[in-house]
C-alpha cells in the first residue's frame, strides 16, 4: 500500500514495486517521517503542483523524510555509492546534476528545477522508493531510522538554520514556533550551548520544549513575547531569533526581540509579514538570514553532529504509525499540538 497526494484527495491505493535502472537504488522504506510542510498538501488535498516544480503529474505517493535499506541497486552504481544492505537516508530533491547549485549539493535550487520526492515525485509513505543513487546519505549505525527519517527534513533544516546563524554557546537565541523544526532547534541548540527562548501558542509544545532543555518558554497568547524577551536579556533583546512558525504575527515579534546587531532566521513558509524597515530593521542594524532545507553535505554533517553529541533526536516522535493509520495520523498531526510523527515499517 502506498499513501498519495492526488489531484482532489488524500488516498491510500496499491502500486507496482518500482524497478530500479541505471543510476538508481530501490530502498526498503523502514521509517517515513511526518512534517509540516506535508500539511500544506493535506488540506489543500493536491496543492503540489502550486510548487511550480518539475513532475507532478498524476497520483503523487506523499512522505519527503525517507530512511531505509537498500535492496536492489540499478546499472551503472557503484559499491562506493551503494550497496544492498546500506543503511541510508535521502536528500529528497534531484536536479539536473550539472548546474552549480547540484554539484555543490543544493540540487533543490537547481537552474532547471527540481523533483521534490513527495511532492513533485514519488515519497517515502511506502514500503519501497526508487531515487537516483546520487541523493543517498549514509545512516550512522548510532542512529535510529526514525532518527534518520527526521535528519532528512525537519531536523536537518533546524539544523541548517543554525548554522546559517553561526550559534555558539555564547548565544541567547529564541525559537518562534516549537513543531517539528522548532523542537529540533531547541534539541540542537542546547547541545551547542545556547541559552534557549521557546516560543509556541501550544502548551503541549512548550512542555516538549521545556523538556528538550529550553531554559525558558512564552505563549504569546498569555505574555507579549518581545516584552518578555527583553525583559529576560537585560533590555537588549535575543542575540539571534529563528521563526520556524510561518507566521505573520512570528516573525514580526521574531525581528523585534532581536537586539541591536543581531541576526534573525527564517525557517517556517509561505505567508507574508510586514515590517518598518527603518525601526525594525535599518536603525537596529539587523541582519536578515534566509534558510531553505539544507545541501546534502549538511544532511551527512547533521547526522555526524547528533551521532557524536549523542542528541536524542528520537524524544522528537510523540506518535509512531503504521502505514494504513495514514488518515489518523495527519487527522491529528493537524491539530498541530503534537511533537513529531512517523510511520514505520
Not at 151 to 171: E, K, M, Q, V
Not at 178 to 188: E, K, N, R, Y
Not at 280 to 307: H, M, N, P, Y
Given at each position: 500500500?502506498?499513501?498519495?497526494?492526488?489531484?482532489?484527495?488524500?488516498?491510500?491505493?496499491?502500486?507496482?514495486?518500482?524497478?530500479?535502472?541505471?543510476?538508481?537504488?530501490?530502498?526498503?522504506?523502514?521509517?517515513?517521517?511526518?512534517?509540516?510542510?506535508?500539511?500544506?498538501?493535506?488540506?489543500?488535498?493536491?496543492?503540489?503542483?502550486?510548487?511550480?516544480?518539475?513532475?507532478?503529474?498524476?497520483?503523487?505517493?506523499?512522505?519527503?523524510?525517507?530512511?531505509?535499506?537498500?535492496?536492489?541497486?540499478?546499472?551503472?552504481?557503484?559499491?562506493?555509492?551503494?550497496?544492498?544492505?546500506?543503511?541510508?537516508?535521502?536528500?529528497?530533491?534531484?536536479?539536473?546534476?550539472?548546474?552549480?547549485?547540484?554539484?555543490?549539493?543544493?540540487?533543490?535550487?537547481?537552474?532547471?528545477?527540481?523533483?521534490?520526492?513527495?511532492?513533485?515525485?514519488?515519497?517515502?509513505?511506502?514500503?519501497?522508493?526508487?531515487?537516483?543513487?546520487?541523493?543517498?546519505v549514509p545512516l550512522p549505525d548510532a542512529l535510529s531510522f526514525a532518527a534518520?527519517?527526521?535528519?532528512?527534513?525537519?531536523?536537518?533544516?533546524?539544523?541548517?538554520?543554525?548554522?546559517?546563524?553561526?550559534?555558539?554557546?555564547?548565544?541567547?537565541?529564541?525559537?518562534?514556533?516549537?513543531?517539528?523544526?522548532?523542537?529540533?532547534?531547541?534539541?540542537?541548540?542546547?547541545?551547542?550551548?545556547?541559552?534557549?527562548?521557546?516560543?509556541?501558542?501550544?502548551?503541549?509544545?512548550?512542555?516538549?520544549?521545556?523538556?528538550?532543555?529550553?531554559?525558558?518558554?512564552?505563549?504569546?497568547?498569555?505574555?507579549?513575547?518581545?516584552?518578555?524577551?527583553?525583559?529576560?536579556?537585560?533590555?537588549?533583546?535575543?542575540?539571534?531569533?529563528?521563526?520556524?512558525s510561518g507566521t505573520a504575527e512570528g516573525r514580526l515579534a521574531a525581528v523585534?526581540?532581536?537586539?541591536?546587531?543581531?541576526?534573525?532566521?527564517?525557517?517556517?513558509?509561505?505567508?507574508?509579514?510586514?515590517?518598518?524597515?527603518?525601526?525594525?530593521?535599518?536603525?537596529?542594524?539587523?541582519?536578515?538570514?534566509?534558510?531553505?532545507?539544507?545541501?546534502?553535505?549538511?544532511?551527512?554533517?547533521?547526522?555526524?553532529?547528533?551521532?557524536?553529541?549523542?542528541?536524542?533526536?528520537?524524544?522528537?516522535?510523540?506518535?509512531?504509525?503504521?502505514?494504513?493509520?495514514?488518515?489518523?495520523?495527519?487527522?491529528?498531526?493537524?491539530?498541530?499540538?503534537?511533537?513529531?510523527?512517523?510511520?514505520?515499517?
Open positions: 500500500m502506498w499513501c498519495f497526494w492526488a489531484s482532489d484527495a488524500w488516498s491510500c491505493e496499491s502500486f507496482p514495486t518500482p524497478p530500479q535502472g541505471p543510476g538508481e537504488v530501490v530502498l526498503a522504506i523502514k521509517a517515513s517521517g511526518m512534517c509540516g510542510s506535508d500539511l500544506k498538501f493535506y488540506r489543500a488535498r493536491g496543492g503540489a503542483a502550486a510548487l511550480g516544480l518539475r513532475g507532478g503529474e498524476g497520483p503523487v505517493i506523499a512522505g519527503h523524510e525517507p530512511c531505509g535499506v537498500v535492496v536492489a541497486v540499478g546499472p551503472g552504481v557503484s559499491e562506493a555509492q551503494a550497496r544492498p544492505g546500506q543503511r541510508v537516508m535521502v536528500h529528497h530533491y534531484q536536479g539536473c546534476g550539472v548546474c552549480n547549485h547540484c554539484r555543490s549539493g543544493w540540487t533543490q535550487l537547481c537552474r532547471e528545477g527540481a523533483v521534490v520526492y513527495g511532492a513533485t515525485g514519488h515519497g517515502a509513505h511506502a514500503p519501497y522508493m526508487k531515487v537516483p543513487a546520487s541523493t543517498l534518520g527519517a527526521a535528519i532528512s527534513c525537519g531536523t536537518g533544516t533546524a539544523y541548517g538554520a543554525l548554522r546559517r546563524l553561526r550559534l555558539s554557546g555564547h548565544d541567547t537565541l529564541a525559537i518562534f514556533g516549537q513543531g517539528p523544526v522548532g523542537l529540533s532547534a531547541t534539541l540542537l541548540a542546547k547541545a551547542m550551548g545556547a541559552r534557549v527562548i521557546a516560543v509556541d501558542i501550544s502548551d503541549e509544545r512548550l512542555g516538549l520544549a521545556a523538556s528538550f532543555g529550553a531554559d525558558v518558554t512564552l505563549n504569546p497568547q498569555q505574555v507579549d513575547p518581545v516584552a518578555a524577551i527583553k525583559d529576560l536579556t537585560h533590555g537588549e533583546g535575543a542575540d539571534l531569533s529563528l521563526d520556524c523585534r526581540s532581536t537586539r541591536t546587531w543581531g541576526t534573525v532566521g527564517l525557517v517556517g513558509e509561505g505567508g507574508t509579514v510586514t515590517l518598518d524597515v527603518s525601526q525594525d530593521l535599518i536603525r537596529k542594524q539587523l541582519t536578515l538570514v534566509a534558510s531553505w532545507t539544507f545541501s546534502i553535505v549538511g544532511q551527512s554533517e547533521c547526522a555526524r553532529f547528533i551521532a557524536e553529541r549523542q542528541v536524542p533526536v528520537d524524544r522528537l516522535f510523540t506518535h509512531h504509525f503504521r502505514l494504513e493509520q495514514a488518515e489518523e495520523a495527519y487527522r491529528l498531526f493537524d491539530t498541530q499540538t503534537t511533537g513529531k510523527g512517523v510511520f514505520l515499517f
